[in-house]
């Protein structure tokens, strides 16, 4: 039997936002893979049930709602690493790919990896998937779309995507700043992930195009110490996962129709 590998999205934060396929493909997997993030000596992938603690992160902390531990395992990920395809990424990619090429050897037919959003969304997902059909090529490899982070922070701040024919650029603040710039300067909503240690430039740039007051902050979207609100200098705890919403300039009911 072809063993298949599932990228489910298990959206922002809040459990309530799984969509009624992400938790039947769960409930149904052999076993669910989650992302944690791995320490600066490459720790390896848990091998037995996963405790509970504060070392899950949000995708664990999610799909608990649904999954027992004893059907979780956690697959260290150097998602903290800003150096692009490091030696330790690499790594653990490699690692992660052969834990989970175990499980199939082992029995495990129908495999699912938790992922926060969507798994086609800046996913560590893809790496993943790739990585294993380097080792099996004859996996399935599917998907579940998620809720994304944009769509939460739209709907809990009462701010539209996208109007009529306006366009919608979604940027990690790693990308090139002057991408963040031409957007800002386009006709339509800007949305950007990761903000973290790039939030002062961004903060610069929207003065700069005088965009400020229309600007929506979300962190910690679904979790406690969540915060949705104006974008300022007062966040000096700002979280890796962030979201920046900035929607397009409207003048008047329909004007982009």
Do not use: C
């Amino acid at each position: 039997m072809t063993a298949t590998l599932t990228g489910v999205g298990v959206g922002p934060g809040d459990p309530e936002l799984l969509t009624v396929k992400a938790v039947r493909v769960l409930r149904e997997a052999d076993v669910v893979f989650v992302p944690v993030m791995a320490d600066r000596a490459g720790t390896s992938a848990t091998t037995g049930p996963t405790p509970p603690g504060a070392d899950a992160g949000r995708a664990e902390a999610t799909v608990r709602e649904y999954v027992a531990a004893d059907r979780l395992r956690r697959l260290p990920f150097a998602l903290d690493d800003r150096g692009g395809v490091t030696a330790r990424r690499t790594a653990a990619w490699d690692e992660a790919a052969r834990t989970v090429v175990e499980a199939i050897d082992a029995g495990a037919g129908s495999l699912a990896f938790a992922t926060i959003g969507d798994p086609n969304v800046y996913s560590t997902f893809g790496y993943l998937a790739q990585s294993v059909r380097a080792l099996r090529p004859t996996v399935r490899v599917a998907t579940v779309p998620g809720v994304t982070a944009m769509q939460e922070l739209a709907a809990r701040s009462g701010t539209p995507l996208v109007e009529g024919r306006e366009p919608l650029t979604l940027l990690p603040a790693t990308a090139d700043p002057a991408l963040f710039a031409d957007a800002l300067a386009g006709p339509g909503t800007v949305v950007v992930y990761k903000g973290w240690r790039r939030h002062p430039e961004l903060l610069a740039e929207l003065r700069r195009q005088g965009r400020l007051s229309d600007a929506v902050l979300g962190r910690a979207l679904g979790l406690p110490g969540e915060r949705i609100g104006p974008v300022d200098d007062a966040v000096p705890d700002l979280p890796y996962l962030s979201t920046l919403l900035v929607p397009a300039r409207r003048a008047y009911r329909g004007g982009k129709l």
